[in-house]
Protein backbone atom coordinates (compact mmCIF):
# COMPACT_ATOMS: atom_id res chain seq x y z
CA UNK A 1 0.00 0.00 0.00
CA UNK A 2 1.38 3.52 -0.69
CA UNK A 3 2.72 5.37 1.87
CA UNK A 4 1.98 9.27 2.27
CA UNK A 5 5.72 10.51 3.06
CA UNK A 6 4.40 14.82 3.64
CA UNK A 7 6.70 16.79 3.00
CA UNK A 8 7.30 20.80 2.41
CA UNK A 9 9.22 23.24 0.77
CA UNK A 10 10.85 25.80 2.72
CA UNK A 11 10.16 28.28 0.94
CA UNK A 12 6.62 28.34 0.14
CA UNK A 13 6.81 29.00 3.84
CA UNK A 14 8.71 32.61 2.85
CA UNK A 15 10.89 32.43 6.40
CA UNK A 16 13.73 32.74 7.14
CA UNK A 17 15.47 28.96 6.92
CA UNK A 18 15.85 27.88 10.33
CA UNK A 19 12.35 28.91 11.14
CA UNK A 20 11.12 27.53 7.90
CA UNK A 21 12.11 24.44 9.23
CA UNK A 22 10.26 25.13 13.13
CA UNK A 23 7.30 25.54 10.94
CA UNK A 24 7.80 22.60 8.70
CA UNK A 25 8.14 20.39 12.02
CA UNK A 26 5.26 22.25 13.62
CA UNK A 27 2.76 21.28 10.62
CA UNK A 28 3.43 17.55 10.59
CA UNK A 29 5.99 17.39 7.62
CA UNK A 30 7.77 14.30 7.65
CA UNK A 31 10.62 16.41 5.20
CA UNK A 32 11.43 19.73 3.55
CA UNK A 33 12.58 20.90 0.27
CA UNK A 34 15.64 22.64 0.20
CA UNK A 35 16.21 25.72 -1.91
CA UNK A 36 19.60 24.75 -3.09
CA UNK A 37 19.80 28.10 -4.73
CA UNK A 38 19.21 30.87 -1.85
CA UNK A 39 18.59 29.04 1.18
CA UNK A 40 21.49 27.04 0.98
CA UNK A 41 24.23 27.35 -1.45
CA UNK A 42 26.66 24.64 -2.23
CA UNK A 43 29.81 26.78 -2.80
CA UNK A 44 28.90 28.23 0.61
CA UNK A 45 28.53 24.47 2.46
CA UNK A 46 31.35 22.43 4.05
CA UNK A 47 31.06 19.18 5.52
CA UNK A 48 30.80 21.19 8.13
CA UNK A 49 28.04 22.86 7.52
CA UNK A 50 26.44 20.39 6.05
CA UNK A 51 26.61 18.21 9.41
CA UNK A 52 24.87 21.13 11.21
CA UNK A 53 22.04 20.73 9.10
CA UNK A 54 21.52 17.36 8.83
CA UNK A 55 21.64 17.50 13.36
CA UNK A 56 19.27 20.73 13.11
CA UNK A 57 17.01 18.78 11.09
CA UNK A 58 17.43 15.73 12.82
CA UNK A 59 16.60 17.31 15.98
CA UNK A 60 12.99 18.32 14.51
CA UNK A 61 12.49 14.69 13.38
CA UNK A 62 13.29 16.19 9.72
CA UNK A 63 14.91 14.56 6.39
CA UNK A 64 15.69 16.37 3.45
CA UNK A 65 13.51 14.73 0.29
CA UNK A 66 14.88 16.93 -2.11
CA UNK A 67 17.38 20.03 -2.88
CA UNK A 68 15.67 22.61 -5.69
CA UNK A 69 18.26 23.95 -7.83
CA UNK A 70 16.48 26.10 -10.81
CA UNK A 71 18.44 27.40 -13.06
CA UNK A 72 17.76 30.40 -15.60
CA UNK A 73 18.58 28.54 -18.72
CA UNK A 74 18.03 25.16 -19.51
CA UNK A 75 20.00 22.06 -20.96
CA UNK A 76 19.70 22.89 -24.37
CA UNK A 77 20.79 26.10 -24.78
CA UNK A 78 24.95 26.66 -25.17
CA UNK A 79 25.28 30.30 -23.82
CA UNK A 80 27.03 29.70 -20.01
CA UNK A 81 25.74 25.48 -19.96
CA UNK A 82 29.77 24.75 -18.96
CA UNK A 83 28.64 26.90 -16.28
CA UNK A 84 25.59 25.65 -15.27
CA UNK A 85 26.39 22.15 -16.01
CA UNK A 86 28.92 22.42 -13.21
CA UNK A 87 26.80 24.22 -10.89
CA UNK A 88 24.44 21.44 -11.28
CA UNK A 89 26.82 18.97 -9.84
CA UNK A 90 27.76 20.91 -6.82
CA UNK A 91 24.19 21.21 -6.27
CA UNK A 92 24.03 17.23 -6.61
CA UNK A 93 26.68 17.07 -4.27
CA UNK A 94 25.15 19.40 -1.76
CA UNK A 95 21.83 17.02 -1.98
CA UNK A 96 23.58 13.57 -1.19
CA UNK A 97 25.77 15.68 2.16
CA UNK A 98 22.36 16.19 3.14
CA UNK A 99 21.02 13.33 3.00
CA UNK A 100 18.81 13.88 -0.10
CA UNK A 101 18.55 11.66 -3.14
CA UNK A 102 17.05 13.71 -5.73
CA UNK A 103 17.76 17.49 -6.87
CA UNK A 104 14.92 19.22 -8.61
CA UNK A 105 15.16 21.82 -11.90
CA UNK A 106 12.99 22.27 -14.99
CA UNK A 107 14.95 21.03 -18.25
CA UNK A 108 14.58 23.80 -20.31
CA UNK A 109 12.51 23.82 -23.88
CA UNK A 110 12.76 20.11 -24.94
CA UNK A 111 13.28 20.29 -28.82
CA UNK A 112 10.68 18.88 -30.89
CA UNK A 113 13.37 17.83 -33.43
CA UNK A 114 15.53 14.93 -32.11
CA UNK A 115 18.02 15.33 -35.06
CA UNK A 116 18.50 19.03 -34.10
CA UNK A 117 21.92 20.25 -32.83
CA UNK A 118 19.95 21.29 -29.60
CA UNK A 119 18.48 18.35 -28.46
CA UNK A 120 22.06 16.39 -29.66
CA UNK A 121 23.49 18.40 -27.02
CA UNK A 122 20.15 17.94 -24.20
CA UNK A 123 20.49 14.54 -24.33
CA UNK A 124 24.74 14.67 -24.39
CA UNK A 125 24.21 17.26 -21.03
CA UNK A 126 22.45 15.29 -19.12
CA UNK A 127 23.59 11.62 -19.89
CA UNK A 128 26.89 13.08 -18.37
CA UNK A 129 24.98 14.55 -15.47
CA UNK A 130 23.73 11.40 -15.07
CA UNK A 131 26.46 9.58 -14.88
CA UNK A 132 27.83 12.25 -12.01
CA UNK A 133 24.89 11.67 -10.28
CA UNK A 134 25.28 8.06 -9.98
CA UNK A 135 28.86 8.56 -8.71
CA UNK A 136 27.93 11.09 -6.35
CA UNK A 137 24.19 9.45 -4.99
CA UNK A 138 22.03 12.03 -6.50
CA UNK A 139 19.84 12.26 -9.10
CA UNK A 140 18.81 15.16 -11.14
CA UNK A 141 14.74 14.91 -11.80
CA UNK A 142 13.10 16.90 -14.46
CA UNK A 143 10.68 19.02 -13.13
CA UNK A 144 7.15 18.55 -15.28
CA UNK A 145 4.56 21.55 -16.65
CA UNK A 146 7.05 23.10 -19.61
CA UNK A 147 5.99 20.07 -21.84
CA UNK A 148 3.40 17.42 -22.12
CA UNK A 149 4.45 13.82 -20.23
CA UNK A 150 4.54 12.67 -23.75
CA UNK A 151 7.45 14.99 -24.91
CA UNK A 152 9.74 14.29 -21.35
CA UNK A 153 8.96 10.59 -22.04
CA UNK A 154 10.74 10.94 -25.24
CA UNK A 155 13.43 12.19 -23.70
CA UNK A 156 13.83 9.60 -21.45
CA UNK A 157 13.96 7.28 -23.51
CA UNK A 158 16.55 8.54 -25.48
CA UNK A 159 19.13 8.77 -22.13
CA UNK A 160 20.96 5.95 -20.75
CA UNK A 161 18.66 4.02 -18.11
CA UNK A 162 18.72 6.24 -14.92
CA UNK A 163 20.26 9.22 -15.93
CA UNK A 164 17.51 11.27 -14.88
CA UNK A 165 14.06 11.09 -13.28
CA UNK A 166 11.10 12.98 -12.85
CA UNK A 167 9.94 15.62 -10.60
CA UNK A 168 6.22 15.34 -10.90
CA UNK A 169 4.52 18.49 -10.17
CA UNK A 170 0.58 18.29 -11.29
CA UNK A 171 0.01 21.57 -10.77
CA UNK A 172 2.72 23.08 -13.51
CA UNK A 173 0.95 20.64 -15.79
CA UNK A 174 -2.67 21.89 -15.50
CA UNK A 175 -1.41 25.58 -15.45
CA UNK A 176 0.92 25.06 -18.90
CA UNK A 177 -2.37 23.33 -20.43
CA UNK A 178 -1.21 19.97 -20.03
CA UNK A 179 -2.90 17.04 -18.69
CA UNK A 180 -1.92 15.66 -15.51
CA UNK A 181 -3.93 12.03 -15.95
CA UNK A 182 -2.09 11.55 -19.14
CA UNK A 183 1.67 12.62 -18.01
CA UNK A 184 1.27 10.80 -14.76
CA UNK A 185 0.14 7.35 -16.97
CA UNK A 186 3.17 7.27 -19.07
CA UNK A 187 5.83 8.84 -16.58
CA UNK A 188 4.89 6.91 -13.53
CA UNK A 189 7.99 4.36 -14.06
CA UNK A 190 10.14 7.29 -13.86
CA UNK A 191 9.00 9.65 -10.82
CA UNK A 192 11.54 10.18 -8.08
CA UNK A 193 9.48 12.92 -6.46
CA UNK A 194 6.19 14.65 -6.56
CA UNK A 195 5.03 18.41 -5.97
CA UNK A 196 1.57 18.39 -4.13
CA UNK A 197 0.08 21.53 -6.07
CA UNK A 198 -3.28 21.57 -7.82
CA UNK A 199 -4.81 24.12 -10.21
CA UNK A 200 -7.42 25.15 -12.80
CA UNK A 201 -7.80 26.06 -15.99
CA UNK A 202 -8.75 29.93 -16.11
CA UNK A 203 -10.07 30.23 -19.67
CA UNK A 204 -9.92 34.50 -19.45
CA UNK A 205 -6.60 34.09 -18.90
CA UNK A 206 -6.15 31.32 -21.73
CA UNK A 207 -4.23 29.06 -18.93
CA UNK A 208 -4.12 27.69 -15.65
CA UNK A 209 -4.05 28.70 -12.35
CA UNK A 210 -2.47 27.63 -8.88
CA UNK A 211 -5.42 27.24 -6.04
CA UNK A 212 -4.92 25.18 -2.58
CA UNK A 213 -4.24 21.28 -2.30
CA UNK A 214 -7.81 19.41 -3.17
CA UNK A 215 -9.42 22.59 -4.60
CA UNK A 216 -8.49 22.15 -8.71
CA UNK A 217 -8.90 19.67 -11.50
CA UNK A 218 -5.88 17.12 -10.48
CA UNK A 219 -7.16 13.78 -9.79
CA UNK A 220 -5.05 12.63 -6.79
CA UNK A 221 -6.38 9.49 -5.57
CA UNK A 222 -5.95 8.41 -9.42
CA UNK A 223 -2.53 10.27 -9.50
CA UNK A 224 -1.74 7.86 -5.97
CA UNK A 225 -2.96 4.56 -7.45
CA UNK A 226 -0.55 4.51 -10.70
CA UNK A 227 1.45 5.86 -8.08
CA UNK A 228 0.87 3.02 -6.04
CA UNK A 229 1.22 0.25 -8.80
CA UNK A 230 5.13 1.91 -9.76
CA UNK A 231 5.69 1.46 -5.77
CA UNK A 232 6.55 4.40 -5.71
CA UNK A 233 8.43 5.35 -2.23
CA UNK A 234 9.21 8.37 -2.46
CA UNK A 235 7.78 12.09 -0.94
CA UNK A 236 4.49 14.36 -1.70
CA UNK A 237 6.33 17.64 -1.24
CA UNK A 238 3.28 20.77 -0.68
CA UNK A 239 4.43 23.40 -3.02
CA UNK A 240 2.81 26.79 -2.99
CA UNK A 241 4.34 29.66 -5.17
CA UNK A 242 0.82 31.70 -4.62
CA UNK A 243 -0.44 31.56 -1.07
CA UNK A 244 -2.01 34.08 0.67
CA UNK A 245 -1.62 32.73 4.02
CA UNK A 246 1.25 30.47 3.43
CA UNK A 247 1.31 28.69 7.14
CA UNK A 248 -2.37 28.24 6.92
CA UNK A 249 -3.07 26.89 3.69
CA UNK A 250 0.21 25.08 3.57
CA UNK A 251 -0.96 23.38 7.29
CA UNK A 252 -4.25 22.40 5.12
CA UNK A 253 -2.42 20.90 2.53
CA UNK A 254 -0.65 18.34 4.62
CA UNK A 255 -4.16 17.38 6.33
CA UNK A 256 -5.35 17.15 2.52
CA UNK A 257 -2.57 14.63 2.01
CA UNK A 258 -2.83 12.56 5.40
CA UNK A 259 -6.83 12.21 4.97
CA UNK A 260 -6.04 10.79 1.56
Known sequence: MLQIKVGIQTASLRQPFKQALLTAARLGADAVEIDGRNELKPADMTRTAARQVRKMLDDLNLRVCAVGFRTRRGYSELEDLDLRVEA????????????????????????????SREWGLLVDTLSE???????????????????????????????????????????????????????????????????????VRDLAQGRGVEVPLGRGSV???????????QQYRGYFTIERDNAQDPQFEIAQAVQYLRAI
Do not use: W
Open 88 to 115: TRHAMKLAFDLGAPVVINSLGGIPEDSA
Open 129 to 199: LGRYGQHVGATLAAETGAESGDQLLKLITALPLGAIGVNFDPGNLVINNYDPTAAIECLAPHVLHVHAKDG
Open 219 to 229: DFPQMLSVLEE
